[in-house]
């Protein structure tokens, strides 16, 4: 790897995690919390197959990106479920308003 072709994908990694930690921060609403929590997961797979081909091992650093994204999709279907099923009880996807929720 030429060194150009890995600062940009440093700039490229470091710019998906600080959009997706942005939207972590910034957005209120559940499915868009997720939306930007797959942006961020999204940033640490492209950080693994960087280094991956950095360290000259590129068939390692793709087959974890490979597990990863399988794992993140459960993860982000299961989640996606979740906020439906709490639109439907609660009536809204506000995290503030789920915050103050009790039994």
Sequence with gaps: M???AL?????GTLALIGVGLYGLLAVRNLIKVIVA???MVKGALLALVMA?????QP???QS????VIVADTVVAV????LAVQVRRHVGTLDV???SSLKK
């Design 2 to 4: 030429s060194a150009s």
């Design 7 to 11: 600062h940009i994908l440093v700039l």
């Design 37 to 39: 929590l797959q942006i």
């Design 52 to 56: 991956g081909a950095a360290a000259g």
């Design 59 to 61: 068939n390692l650093g």
């Design 64 to 67: 974890l990106a490979a597990t």
């Design 78 to 81: 299961v989640g996606l479920a």
């Design 96 to 98: 503030r308003a789920l």
